[in-house]
């Protein structure tokens, strides 16, 4: 227990790869593959032209929006590919809260970004080389959050229904003047339209 207390409070920036290999926004797909299969990458961070980092292009964007869609690679740009924006985490956030993280946004990766710059990517596989029971233990408080989340939006979608249906105007024959309306309010035990609601004040 105290060894598991001990890596619980590891940082990002402890297990992080850093430098990260990263290509321009204008790069043609193709030169981007081949830096991946180059250096045996899973993803690569595009930058902008202040080398910002905007996006990030997985083997999944790939097959996704390149080969599934028969596009010819040396004519696709970075940019038309790449997922974003870039999701981030700081270093020195703990590697609990990065893997809560992914968890709640379904990704297996993050830039690690500190004041504007980046230093690092964080995956998924490099939080279970760590801490491999950290991963279970997250995605079930994850589904736990969004199965609350879940209830609490049906429980308020409820309670606005109940109340729209409270408010809601009354339609049916006035009581006095037997003509039917749409918004019938009840005085005195009698339920009266418009006029005959005003009559019946102005009277008072």
Same mark, same amino acid.
């Given at each position: ?38 250096? %045996? ?87 279970? %080389? ?41 339609? %049916? ?15 005195? %035990? ?15």
């Amino acid at each position: 227990m105290a060894d598991m207390g001990l890596r619980g409070k590891m940082l990002v920036k402890d297990v992080m790869s850093s430098p990260v290999i990263t290509s321009q926004e204008n790069t043609p797909i193709d030169k981007v593959a081949q830096l991946m299969a180059r250096d %045996g990458l899973g993803c690569i961070v595009i930058t902008d032209k202040q080398v910002k980092p905007s996006g990030i292009i997985t083997e999944k964007d790939l097959v996704e929006r390149v080969l599934a869609k028969n596009a010819k690679p040396d004519s696709v740009q970075a940019k038309e590919v790449m997922t974003s924006p870039l999701l981030t985490i700081e270093p020195d956030e703990t590697i609990s809260d990065a893997a809560r993280k992914m968890s709640r946004l379904n990704i297996r990766r993050l830039g690690v970004v500190y004041k504007g710059q980046l230093y690092g990517i964080i995956s998924s596989k490099d939080i279970l %080389g760590v801490m491999p029971e950290l991963i279970e233990i997250i995605q079930e408080q994850a589904r736990i959050q969004t199965e609350k989340a879940a209830q609490e939006e049906t429980e308020e979608n409820e309670a606005v229904k109940e109340e729209e249906e409270e408010t809601s105007p009354l339609g %049916g024959y006035c009581d006095l003047c037997r003509v039917w309306s749409d918004n019938l309010t009840e005085v005195n %035990g009698e339920f009266l339209c418009e006029d005959c609601k005003a009559e019946s004040e102005s009277e008072e």
